[in-house]
């Protein structure tokens, strides 16, 4: 097999390589068109140039542009994000809001949003990834809930994920919804009232009886 042409003079960089190399300098471009130039005007052609390689390289891996997105967005968003682990439920919430405040108010992270849920999230394999991303990010963080159920301070039939969705809600909410500031403060008091209602059993994996009047 005869080797990938040279990215074209215009991009100043020398080949990537193959493999492993190939797919995270894609992935990094494509994230960064996504910042500078938005869905829309995203192309393979100008992901392979700020790459370093070839577009055939990337229609070798990528059927398609939309292929490609969505490979990138569950990538970057599937990275190791920190789980917190601090020896008490409060902080580690605390750690969890603001981490994912910090994601999604970076250039990256707003690039990632509108990707998600403007234009592109109508392809179906866009949303799809939107669900991949979301699970992941729910699976990788409900050891936090089970570890504070397990030293009693949340009561045993707390649902790890209605505690995480609860906590990530409000901040979604002024990300996508009402375009509220959304900094430290947001993710802090996200988090207390996430454990208020934890443990007033209100993310329970049944709800508590409604009080009569």
Known sequence: MQPDPSPSPAS?????????????AVHAATLAELV??????????????????????????WKDRESLITDALAEHMAMD??????????????ALARSLVQTFTSPTGQALLAAMFTDAARLPEIAA???QVFDDRLARAEPVVARAV??????????????LKTLAAPIYLRLLVTGDP???ATADRAALVTLAAARAGACGRSLPPAATP
């Open 129 to 131: 990834a939107r669900r």
């Open 12 to 24: 100043g960089r020398p080949p990537v390589g193959r493999g492993a190399k190939v797919r995270a």
């Open 81 to 94: 994000i920190p789980v917190p682990d601090t020896g008490a439920i409060e902080t580690d919430l605390r």
């Open 36 to 61: 500078d130039r938005g869905y829309a005007e995203l192309t393979v052609e100008h992901v392979a140039q700020r790459a370093g390689v070839h577009k055939t390289t990337v229609y070798r891996r």
């Open 182 to 184: 959304v900094d430290e």
């Open 150 to 163: 397990s030293r009693g301070e949340l009561p045993r039939d707390t649902d790890p994920g209605e505690v």
